[in-house]
């Protein structure tokens, strides 16, 4: 009983990333299977976002330069280097872990918009770089032989066994998340969130904190990064840092609601869902992204707390649930 | 001596562009420094101050520069509107929503332009003559658009300092509570700032019309060295980001001096993510 009460807040979450991990395999549709794969790499990005944004309180509008830098480091092993898939997964995290350590000693000094700022900088310097970079292919980036492929039985098998991996690292990234939130630490980066001065006078040591939140909050993306890009096939700079895809991270972490570990993940699949609609409907098709800039308005503007946020003001019961 | 010539080609070019992209980056400059809001959707009024401008010249066959005030009202009222339906009710709200409230006017305007105008290159076809320096040409287009620059930023500078609205701008920039209490409506000037910061963005993309190619994304690129050039003049400075636009104008002129044109993107960011780093104020200290 004590640990049904502990762990709670995670069954919702699990059981949503299980579901979608088990539906293609019901339906049989491989389209079905890559549709799930995109609400899973969402959520796996959304939820590492929001110990970030939601957590701490920074906003990073780059994060999606660790997906690309930990996609182009793993790809560039897997291919150029021949190490197996597992092993360049981790090194893409890895990669990326290191990349935010390093920025974030520097960068996390800045508050508030200064700190947002950065982040699109450093994503467009990556970006910029590594178009001239000749190690990684420069702006053409790197194509994977086909024959890697026969290592895992062949490009259908390895479609099949990058999905369950993704599931995986979903669900990784939900137990960061879950962990993250009911820790100490988790606790006092809600601190600085708070209140940032008034955290380091309570005794948290705020740059340590902030640093090794950013370093949580990168590692799963670089992950997630190399397993995208080696389904894929390549990868070019264009790809690996769009800037938009960033800010559909925000607005997924937004609509469910920051600083929730259930947040992220509806964000995701209501943002992925809304879109796939839109995209296909008939009437929306021309003007999808007003439409979703119009939702993404009426949102911030009346629920700034999202919809997991704005469920756990109104109706108390649910704060027991909900984590 | 080859690298002396393309220099002395490539920098007068630089400088006088350098211009435009202050201009651009002064409205977005404007708008930090009144109401700490970072404008995302600077970008696509660029764009649209663009189109507005080949619409003068292509559609009604005048001279571009004829739209430039009927441009500047439009985008103190668009401006104006933006403020009233998207950014004022999170004006005192955290970071994150007026950022996000900014960038989904930015969506909207991208999607319905996109829908419109489609993302096919666009042209205004214009030739106001060419000055002959030495081996130097200097282009008429970038010369008149530097002089417009100049006629707005002193415009600008008059209107802060020397009349009574423009008082009230940085009384409200300075401390808003305290300016509330001194009886000046701070919704009102508000509401003004953003409308003179996107009438600024809109001028500035009536201007560069003249000189690029573009489609309804174009204001993407300014919007971004917007960014830098408002960290390297001070963010909420705007004679700094005239400043900062020259110094960016110039490094656009030199780089490729000496290194191929693809390290310029390179050098930007990196320069600007180290200003904010060392200088987060700016090489001319923020709010004036």
């Known amino acids: 009983m004590k640990l049904w009460n502990q762990y709670r807040g995670l069954i919702a979450p699990v059981l949503v990333v299980a579901l979608l991990a088990v539906w293609p395999m019901l339906t049989g549709k491989p389209a079905n299977r890559e549709s799930a794969f995109t609400i899973l790499k969402a959520i796996a990005l959304a939820s590492s976002l929001n110990i970030l944004l939601g957590y701490t309180g920074y906003v990073s509008f780059g994060h999606i330069v660790f997906y690309g830098f930990g996609g182009y480091v793993g790809i560039f092993l897997l291919s150029g280097m021949g190490w197996p898939l597992w092993a360049s997964i981790l090194a893409g995290g890895l990669a990326s872990g290191l990349l935010a350590f390093l920025l974030g000693s520097a960068i996390l000094r800045l508050r508030g918009g200064y700190f947002a700022l950065a982040t699109i900088g450093v994503n467009e310097a990556m970006r910029a770089f590594i178009n001239k970079f000749d190690l990684f292919g420069g702006p053409t980036g790197i194509t994977l032989n086909f024959s890697v492929y026969k290592a895992y039985g062949g490009a259908a098998q390895a479609l099949q066994t990058s999905f369950y991996i993704g599931a995986a690292l979903a669900l990784l990234a939900l137990a960061i998340s879950y962990l993250v939130r009911t820790s100490k630490f988790g606790l006092g980066l809600l601190a600085i969130r708070e209140n940032e001065d008034a955290a380091e006078v309570m005794g948290i040591a705020a740059p340590w904190a902030k640093t090794w939140a950013y370093v949580l909050s990168a590692i799963v993306p670089g992950m997630i990064g190399v397993l995208f890009f080696f389904k894929n096939g ?84 649910l704060r027991r649930v909900l984590a | 001596m080859q690298q002396f010539n393309l220099l002395l080609a490539s920098l007068p070019d630089g400088i006088l562009l350098g211009f435009v992209y202050g201009l651009a980056a002064m409205g977005l400059t404007l708008i930090w420094g009144v109401m700490n809001v970072i404008n995302l959707a600077h970008g696509p009024i660029i764009a649209l101050g663009m189109f507005s401008t080949f619409f003068v010249y292509s559609k009604l066959g005048l001279n571009p520069y004829l739209g430039v005030v009927p441009i500047a009202l439009l985008g103190l009222l668009f401006g104006i509107l933006i403020y009233a339906v998207a950014v004022h009710r999170v004006i005192n709200a955290p970071h994150l929503s007026s950022l996000l409230a900014t960038f989904s006017v930015n969506m909207i305007i991208i999607g319905l332009g996109t829908a419109a105008l489609t993302t096919s290159p666009y042209n205004v076809d214009f030739f106001a003559g060419s000055l002959q320096l030495g081996s130097t040409t200097l282009l008429g287009t970038r010369l008149i658009a530097a002089f417009v620059t100049l006629l707005f930023t002193g415009g600008l500078y008059f209107f802060l300092y020397r009349t009574r609205p423009g008082k009230h ?97 390179v050098i930007e960011f990196g320069l600007f993510v180290a200003i904010l780093l060392v200088r987060p104020n700016g090489l001319f200290g923020a709010k004036k």
């Open chain 2, 169 to 265: 701008i940085r009384a409200v920039a300075n401390n808003r509570a305290a300016a509330e209490l001194m009886g000046i409506p701070s919704t009102r000037i508000l509401a003004l700032s953003f409308g003179l910061g996107t009438m600024l963005a809109a001028v500035s993309g009536a201007l560069i019309a003249t000189f690029f190619p573009f489609n309804i994304l174009s204001g993407g690129g300014y919007e971004l060295k917007s960014f830098v050039i408002g960290v390297l003049g001070g963010l909420g400075n705007p004679i700094g980001a005239l400043f900062g636009g020259l110094i960016l104008g110039m490094l656009e002129g030199i780089i490729p001096a000496f290194l191929e044109t693809s390290w310029v993107p």
């Open chain 1, 234 to 317: 390549n990868v070019e700079p264009g790809d690996a840092f769009p800037l938009h895809a960033s800010i559909e991270l925000l607005v997924m972490v937004m609509l469910g609601g920051q600083g929730t570990v259930l947040g992220p993940i509806l964000g995701a699949f209501a943002y992925q869902g809304m879109r796939g609609y839109l995209v296909t409907s008939p009437v929306f098709k021309d003007i999808q992204l007003s439409v979703s800039g119009a939702l993404l308005l009426l949102i911030v503007l009346f629920i700034p707390a999202g919809a997991i946020g704005w469920l756990r003001q109104r109706v108390p019961l």
